[in-house]
């Protein structure tokens, strides 16, 4: 008996050490990440028409939150003004696309769930869309923003009453909401037929994805609607987890499973609307993030979820650098770039349908 308590007590040493090994690991992942990512944005900052030395860019970093001038005042002027606005945006509006993911992934237990796939985000466009055609400008960007997010809402629910009356299944989810993104994207362009010329080039920004009107205010209000959203997807990441074991199990192990899809579906639409609102439909950034941090960290939502947000931020900031600076003499839409990056993994998951979900 004693030898049997023995080995029973250094198989749980051995389980633990094991588990602090596992940990140590994946922060060492998100570490990485986070230093890729902080690297990527320095490299950028250095790049344009002015080409800036990292030693200057450095320089005009500390400069305005210190309170003195050690860069020269173009180099600060470029900096702050015009180039870290547009890569603030960037990491913001990547993490907010690609955690919107990564949670309706795990909520319909369906790989190939996203924004962009089940419509949130096409209607999120459409929404704006109508405030930029008809003119009702009176609110300004924030008119955008709540017509936006109420379109983003109206999809989601669609997506989930399919689901409760049809007791309808994940494919058959991605299905229905494919179906919602083609007629959305068939109103936007029939309302945009109608058009003047002007309107129609605003919702052009708003279809193909673009940040070339990012600034401050943008970074800001993506930036509340993360701080609003992701704090909660980390505090429910244990019912998430429990999620992926099924319904059934999930409710046994006491998760309220109807409240938890509707409640974080509705803060996935807030979020996708706020980014949608100022950066267009950048498209299957939702798709690809997701599916590389569980590559890298696995389908533990106390890591997945911090790990998509940092590689979804990454990824679009890339994305950004390479419609600026790829060709030399023209600027490509970002949503242009993801796509070219996202329409060959979508793909790959469509010849992969066999294999368990998510």
């Known amino acids: 008996m004693a030898g049997g308590g023995a080995v029973s007590t250094d198989a749980g040493q051995g389980a633990a050490a094991g588990y602090v090994r596992s940990v ?74 690609a955690v919107g993911g990564v949670i309706l992934q795990t909520l319909l237990r369906n790989p190939m769930a996203s924004p962009f796939t089940l419509g949130i985000a096409s209607g999120a466009s459409l929404g704006a869309a109508l405030v930029i055609i008809f003119g009702f400008t009176a609110f300004g960007v924030y008119g955008i923003v709540a017509n936006a997010f109420v379109f983003a809402l109206a999809v989601s629910l669609i997506i989930l009453m399919i689901g409760q009356i049809k007791r309808a299944t994940p494919m058959s989810l991605i299905l229905a909401g494919i179906a919602l993104m083609y007629f959305i994207n068939a109103t936007t362009t029939l309302v945009v037929y109608f058009a003047d010329a002007d309107a129609t080039r605003e919702v052009m920004f708003w279809s193909v994805g673009s940040l070339s009107r990012a600034d401050w205010e943008s970074f800001a209000f993506i930036t509340a609607a993360l701080a609003v959203t992701l704090p909660v997807f980390l505090i429910k990441s ?52 997701p599916h590389l941090a569980r590559l890298l960290l696995g389908a533990d939502h106390r890591f997945l979820i911090p790990a998509t947000a940092l590689l979804g931020g990454l990824l679009l900031a890339v994305a950004d650098l390479v419609s600026l600076h790829g060709l030399s003499d023209v600027v490509l839409p970002v949503g242009v770039v993801t796509a070219f990056i996202g329409s060959p993994l979508f793909i790959y998951l469509i010849l992969r349908r066999r294999e368990p979900g998510v």
């Open 238 to 289: 244990g019912d998430l987890n429990r999620l992926l074991l099924g319904d059934e199990t999930a409710i046994s192990l006491g998760v309220s499973v109807s409240a938890l899809r509707i409640g974080l579906i509705f803060l996935v639409a807030l979020l996708v609307a706020a980014v949608v609102a100022f950066t267009g439909g950048i498209s299957f950034l939702g798709l690809v993030a």
């Open 24 to 97: 140590r690991r994946r922060l060492l992942v998100l570490g990485g990440l986070a230093l890729a990512l902080c690297l990527v944005g320095l490299g950028g900052l250095t790049l344009g028409p002015l080409g800036i030395p990292l030693a200057e860019v450095a320089r005009a970093l500390v400069a305005l939150p210190l309170g003195f001038n050690p860069a020269s005042e173009q180099a600060q002027h470029v900096v702050w003004n015009i180039r870290l606005p547009r890569l603030a945006t960037a990491v913001a509006a990547g993490a907010g696309l």
